[in-house]
């Protein structure tokens, strides 16, 4: 408080009011106030000059208070930052403002033996008698530095894990998939042939999403377009007997559609029976055509993911309900999976539409 604020009869001129509102370097409840702050707290007039330290500083610099009044400040900075530290303080008077020192940059103090210590610096200008000074606040940060390297090196290390879990499931399905394979060139039989077959792409679909969360390094969700498009892609090459005469198409967003992983291989899954199925049914005796996959989404996070084809359309008397074999039987199960709905074929039409939510479904607690 000013002295001029303590004479409670005299009425204080406006300027006398100003600096009253600003601590005295003479007043005592400051100088208490600075003494027991939990932060090193320096004091430096205009020239750079320490006029006033608190106990934090004597401990952590490792200095006794006599050895620092009447010091320059770089007695506190390491060396090579003190030229830096100069022009800082120069440029800090020429517009005094309370802030922060040297942010983005790592700040060193120097102790009283030369070691350093990382810092953390908070600046206040100080209006005084003595003209304007700087009260600097100094913490020191070695502790949560420590703290962040270790967490950061354990975040490091389960990234790797689920990298490396994911490359191993993916190995592991290819595994499982290259034995098909090898099954299914080793019987005669084609239908049992196009069972297996069938077997290796449903495998395939779900390594596909391994793959892809690997080579992406996103373990929490995965852009529904890339998915579709690596897998069109695959399944293309599962049906070489078409190329050339059946045509895959995908049209999708231009910006990615992030689905949660939980829902990932149950959708990867519906396109591929229903793709198969297009493959494998739509288009006999040699017949042309297209297959379409379309992915639309809208600005409330509703998505339409639709599989169709040209080709023959679906056989008379059509019913899913009443289906015998696995594939159309998986699909409502893996809309379900997807918590989306189905719009059924109309007529022999051959156009399945699945409508869901980008937002990932509340999960249930058990
Ligand atoms: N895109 C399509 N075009 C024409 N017919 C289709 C199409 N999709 C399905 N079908 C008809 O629906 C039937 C049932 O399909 P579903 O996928 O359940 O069985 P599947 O493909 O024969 O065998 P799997 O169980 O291995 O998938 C097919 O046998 C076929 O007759
Ligand atoms: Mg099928």
């Known amino acids: 408080m000013d002295d001029s604020a303590e004479n409670g009869t005299a009425v204080p001129a406006t300027d006398d009011l100003q600096r009253s509102a600003v601590p005295s370097m003479r007043d005592d409840a400051f100088r208490r106030v600075v003494e027991y702050a939990p932060s090193a707290m320096v004091l430096i007039d205009h020239r ?4 006033l330290v608190n106990a934090q500083t004597e401990l952590l610099f490792d200095y006794p208070r006599a050895a620092l009044i009447g010091q320059s400040v770089d007695i506190l900075v390491p060396e090579r930052a003190r030229e830096h530290h100069m022009a800082f303080r120069e440029g800090f008077l020429a517009e005094p403002q309370p802030r922060p020192m040297g942010i983005g940059r790592d700040l060193f103090g120097r102790r009283a033996d030369g070691s350093e210590f990382p810092v953390e610096i908070g600046l206040n200008p100080m209006d005084t008698h003595e003209g304007v000074m700087v009260l600097a606040s100094i913490v020191d940060i070695t502790e949560r530095r420590r703290a962040q390297q270790v967490l950061e090196q354990a975040l490091l290390e389960k990234t790797v894990l689920l990298n490396e879990v994911h ?3 993916k190995n592991n ?6 034995l098909l394979n090898l099954q299914a060139s080793n019987v005669d039989d084609p239908h049992v042939k196009d069972i297996l077959n069938e077997s290796q792409n449903r495998v395939r679909a779900m390594a596909l999403t391994h793959q892809l969360l690997y080579e992406r390094k996103d373990f929490s969700r995965m852009d529904l377009g890339d998915y579709l498009d690596r897998l069109a892609q695959l399944l293309l090459g599962a049906y070489r007997s078409g190329a050339g005469r059946i045509d895959l198409r995908l049209i999708r967003p231009d910006k990615p559609v992030y689905l949660d992983l939980e829902r990932a291989i149950p959708c990867g899954l519906l396109v591929s029976e229903l793709v198969t199925n297009a493959f494998k049914h739509g288009f006999p005796d040699q017949r042309r055509g297209e297959i379409l996959i379309e992915l639309v989404t809208d600005e409330t996070d509703g998505a339409r993911l639709t599989v169709a084809d040209n080709g023959v359309g679906l056989p008379e008397g059509f019913d899913l309900a009443t289906v015998k074999s696995l594939g159309l039987q998986l699909v409502p199960l893996l809309v379900d ?6 719009e059924l074929p109309t007529g022999c039409d051959t156009r399945f ?5 980008m937002q990932p479904p509340a999960r249930s607690s058990a």
């Open 353 to 357: 539409s699945i409508r869901f939510s």
């Open 167 to 169: 490359h191993r499931v």
């Open 48 to 51: 750079g000059i320490i006029v």
């Open 173 to 178: 399905l290819q595994v499982i998939s290259s």
């Open 337 to 342: 999976q997807l918590h989306g709905t189905l």
